[in-house]
Nanobody, 124 residues
């Protein structure tokens, strides 16, 4: 059974940092694009950042550029999201995802596997 399990969420003050992790089991995702999305209450799920299968290419949403960075360790089947200078607007449930292919994708419809999510709350 394929599973993506996120961890590292929590409550943090504005300006603080968190690092999210997402570890996969059940298959290897070394040839998959990996990404983070987030969803705030009453809003649609939105793209945050993605990383290509080799880690050689990354992309991120304009709202997090310069503050968030994505990385991966294929030996551990794990992807990370380092979040710095957090703002209250970053409050959401964060989901990791995996998409077949060696491209870099921001459309959630292209992702085949999803985690259950981890809550991030940023207080002002």
């Amino acid at each position: 059974q394929v599973q993506l399990v996120e961890s590292g969420g929590g409550l943090v003050q504005a300006g603080g940092s968190l690092r999210l992790s997402c570890t996969a089991s059940g298959r290897t995702f070394s040839n998959y694009c990996r990404a983070w999305f987030r969803q705030a209450p009453g809003k649609e799920r939105e793209f945050v950042a993605a990383i290509s299968w080799s880690g050689g290419m990354t992309s991120s949403a304009d709202s997090v550029k310069g503050r968030f960075s994505i990385s991966r360790d294929n030996a551990k089947n794990t992807v990370y999201l380092q979040m710095n200078s957090l703002k209250p607007d970053d409050t959401a449930t964060y989901y990791c995802a995996a998409a077949t292919g060696r491209g870099l994708y921001s459309a959630k419809e292209l992702y085949d596997y999803w985690g259950q999510g981890t809550q991030v709350t940023v207080s002002s």
